[in-house]
């Protein structure tokens, strides 16, 4: 069974950092894609950033490029997202998520496997 396990989510002021962590395990990742989308409040859900098998190529939404990073552990069964100058736009229940094939997308539906969610609170 596949279960993925975010950890690392909670209350920052504006301008600080999180990173959230993703573990994941009843299979063996290092051949797929992985990805962070987030839900905020009354919003749909987003996405956020993906990352290749490899580990080589990465994606963004705009509203994130160039405060988030998104990685991969070397064992390619975790995946990790740093998060610097937070903003109070950025509050939101984070979710790892997982295609069922290799492919990066940035369509939620185009993922099989998704996390519990971990809280992230900016304030002002």
């Known amino acids: 069974q596949v279960q993925l396990v975010e950890s690392g989510g909670g209350l920052v002021q504006a301008g600080g950092s999180l990173r959230l962590s993703c573990a994941a395990s009843?299979?063996?990742?290092?051949?797929?894609?992985m990805g962070w989308f987030r839900q905020a409040p009354g919003k749909e859900r987003e996405f956020v950033a993906a990352i290749s098998w490899s580990g080589g190529s990465t994606y963004y939404a705009d509203s994130v490029k160039g405060r988030f990073t998104i990685s991969r552990g070397n064992a390619k069964n975790a995946v990790y997202l740093q998060m610097n100058s937070l903003k109070p736009e950025d509050t939101a229940v984070y979710y790892c998520?997982?295609?069922?094939?290799?492919?990066?997308?940035?369509?939620?539906?185009?993922?099989?496997?998704w996390g519990q969610g971990t809280q992230v609170t900016v304030s002002s």
């Open positions: 998520a997982a295609p069922e094939g290799v492919v990066v997308s940035t369509y939620s539906y185009e993922y099989a496997y």
């Open positions: 009843g299979r063996t990742f290092s051949g797929y894609a």
